[in-house]
């Protein structure tokens, strides 16, 4: 019997989350560069139009597998790495 219902809701947004191959690189790149803005990202990903790398940004953020810092008009985006840990543990390897 599953214990926490919370804990089986954060995992299958995780997973879903990593379902998409364009959401794993941007959670490999971010496992190597600690804190990037979507501008960054962009450039480093340079196949994403930033329409479809905002929504990857907000679904890996909703998941909660990112976690994300404001800087004036800048949005710095980083791996949760609780929850990496926790879930997702080869993203920390």
Same mark, same amino acid.
């Given at each position: 019997?599953?214990?926490?219902? =919370? =804990?089986?809701?954060?995992?299958?947004?995780? !997973?879903?989350?990593?379902? =998409?191959?364009?959401?794993?690189?941007?959670?490999?790149?971010?496992?190597?560069?600690?804190?990037?803005?979507?501008?960054?990202?962009?450039?480093?990903?340079?196949?994403?139009?930033?329409?479809?790398?905002?929504?990857?940004?907000?679904?890996?953020?909703?998941?909660?597998?990112?976690?994300?810092?404001?800087?004036?008009? !800048?949005? !710095?985006?980083?791996?949760?790495? =609780?929850?990496?840990?926790?879930?997702?543990? !080869?993203?920390?390897?």
């Amino acid at each position: 019997m599953v214990e926490d219902n =919370e =804990e089986v809701k954060q995992a299958v947004k995780v !997973y879903k989350a990593l379902g =998409e191959p364009t959401r794993i690189k941007i959670a490999m790149l971010l496992k190597e560069e600690t804190s990037l803005c979507c501008s960054d990202i962009g450039n480093k990903l340079d196949s994403v139009p930033n329409s479809t790398l905002s929504h990857h940004l907000k679904q890996l953020t909703e998941s909660g597998l990112l976690s994300l810092r404001k800087d004036g008009t !800048y949005i !710095y985006y980083s791996v949760n790495k =609780e929850v990496a840990l926790k879930y997702a543990p !080869y993203l920390l390897k």
